[in-house]
């Protein structure tokens, strides 16, 4: 606590899109609460504060710290492995955080890949001398350093001890202050602590449970993409042929994508037990495939559900979309320098 007996507050930003940051100004004029409650002592995007600031707060400093990102380079690992000291709370704060999200996508390749599609395949780049990033550069001011691209992505936990976790792309406004009421509660000392490791700011059962469209005994022959087909309004997508990973994912967002056409994405995460958030969407999906028909042999019968299968779009982007990092798979079985088949690497780099 400060002197004046407020908790601090931190947040800060890594491998992501910055849709975590704006979520908490989502909370609208309950933002003016916070700026009451707390004394804000670490947020880069919303004031001037530097990392030095945080490298002199002693341990443990910041009572609660928001942290949204991906493990994606040196400097976000740093920073975490900074703010977990310096932060009696540490929060993964949205699907980057927790799961990897889309920037962990990058594991289906390799690092030296990506590095040539966006700096020299990319028709944006204008890089005619084919320059790639280095670490470090020998300029006539001295040696510029920048953060060290790593193979692979890792969720916030996978890096370091996460107390909490408020899943999300990005965190539902509504959720996100229902948790900072319960810290602050608790921080005054008039309430507990949920339990280390929960997931907090969600549900406990899947989107479909809180999804009002009109669910019948699903058969599905073919899946579509979303400017394929108009959906028949109030009546489940997935019954529609269009992929919903509704019944793979945590409630807690409102089922907000399903009620304007737009099938679950699986920004929550899995449910409770679920191991593998993709695998989970894979065995729902094969209990509503329609194939086969009376005296049809075993493989004729498996080719028609592959069939079937086979009209999903990039099965990998839509099951681990945000899932990725904390999958059984983890990242595709490639090395770090030139894409050729290899081990799964163990570390970030």
């Given at each position: 606590?400060?002197?004046?007996?407020?908790?601090?507050?931190?947040?800060?930003?890594?491998?992501?899109?910055?849709?975590?940051?704006?979520?908490?100004?989502?909370?609208?004029?309950?933002?003016?609460?916070?700026?009451?409650?707390?004394?804000?002592?670490?947020?880069?995007?919303?004031?001037d504060f530097k990392y030095e600031d945080v490298r002199g707060y002693p341990d443990g400093y910041i009572d609660l710290c928001l942290f949204n990102g991906a493990i994606r380079n040196t400097e976000n690992e740093e920073m975490a492995r900074l703010l977990r000291r310096k932060s009696k709370v540490l929060v993964a704060f949205g699907s980057c955080a927790y799961e990897g999200c889309i920037p962990a996508l990058s594991n289906l390749t390799s690092k030296a890949?990506?590095?040539?599609?966006?700096?020299?395949?990319?028709?944006?780049?204008?890089?005619?001398?084919?320059?790639?990033?280095?670490?470090?550069?020998?300029?006539?001011?001295?040696?510029?350093?920048?953060?060290?691209?790593?193979?692979?992505?890792?969720?916030?936990?996978?890096?370091?001890?996460?107390?909490?976790?408020?899943?999300?792309?990005?965190?539902?406004?509504?959720?996100?202050?229902?948790?900072?009421?319960?810290?602050?509660?608790?921080?005054?000392?008039?309430?507990?602590?949920?339990?280390?490791?929960?997931?907090?700011?969600?549900?406990?059962?899947?989107?479909?449970?809180?999804?009002?469209?009109?669910?019948?005994?699903?058969?599905?022959?073919?899946?579509?993409?979303?400017?394929?087909?108009?959906?028949?309004?109030?009546?489940?997508?997935?019954?529609?042929?269009?992929?919903?990973?509704?019944?793979?994912?945590?409630?807690?967002?409102?089922?907000?994508?399903?009620?304007?056409?737009?099938?679950?994405?699986?920004?929550?995460?899995?449910?409770?037990?679920?191991?593998?958030?993709?695998?989970?969407?894979?065995?729902?999906?094969?209990?509503?495939?329609?194939?086969?028909?009376?005296?049809?042999?075993?493989?004729?019968?498996?080719?028609?559900?592959?069939?079937?299968?086979?009209?999903?779009?990039?099965?990998?982007?839509?099951?681990?979309?945000?899932?990725?990092?904390?999958?059984?798979?983890?990242?595709?079985?490639?090395?770090?320098?030139?894409?050729?088949?290899?081990?799964?690497?163990?570390?970030?780099?």
């Amino acid at each position: 606590m400060s002197d004046n007996g407020k908790p601090r507050f931190g947040m800060y930003w890594a491998s992501s899109c910055g849709g975590c940051e704006i979520s908490v100004l989502n909370i609208h004029d309950k933002l003016l609460v916070v700026d009451e409650v707390f004394d804000v002592v670490f947020w880069p995007c919303a004031a001037d504060f530097k990392y030095e600031d945080v490298r002199g707060y002693p341990d443990g400093y910041i009572d609660l710290c928001l942290f949204n990102g991906a493990i994606r380079n040196t400097e976000n690992e740093e920073m975490a492995r900074l703010l977990r000291r310096k932060s009696k709370v540490l929060v993964a704060f949205g699907s980057c955080a927790y799961e990897g999200c889309i920037p962990a996508l990058s594991n289906l390749t390799s690092k030296a890949d990506t590095l040539q599609a966006v700096y020299l395949n990319s028709p944006s780049t204008e890089n005619p001398s084919g320059i790639l990033p280095q670490p470090r550069t020998s300029v006539p001011e001295g040696e510029l350093e920048i953060p060290e691209f790593y193979h692979t992505v890792k969720s916030l936990g996978q890096v370091v001890p996460v107390d909490y976790t408020i899943p999300g792309c990005p965190p539902e406004p509504h959720q996100i202050w229902a948790v900072l009421e319960t810290v602050v509660a608790a921080l005054k000392g008039q309430a507990d602590l949920p339990p280390a490791g929960s997931i907090i700011g969600a549900g406990q059962t899947a989107v479909c449970e809180e999804c009002p469209l009109t669910k019948n005994e699903k058969t599905v022959r073919r899946f579509y993409r979303p400017w394929e087909v108009k959906p028949e309004p109030g009546l489940c997508l997935l019954e529609q042929g269009l992929v919903c990973m509704g019944p793979a994912t945590r409630g807690g967002c409102g089922a907000l994508c399903p009620q304007v056409g737009m099938g679950c994405r699986g920004c929550y995460g899995p449910l409770d037990g679920v191991e593998d958030q993709g695998a989970r969407m894979l065995t729902a999906l094969a209990s509503v495939v329609e194939a086969g028909r009376p005296g049809m042999d075993e493989h004729t019968l498996e080719k028609e559900i592959e069939a079937v299968m086979d009209t999903i779009a990039d099965p990998a982007g839509t099951f681990y979309r945000f899932s990725m990092a904390h999958s059984i798979l983890k990242r595709a079985r490639v090395n770090g320098n030139g894409g050729k088949p290899g081990l799964q690497s163990g570390s970030g780099e």
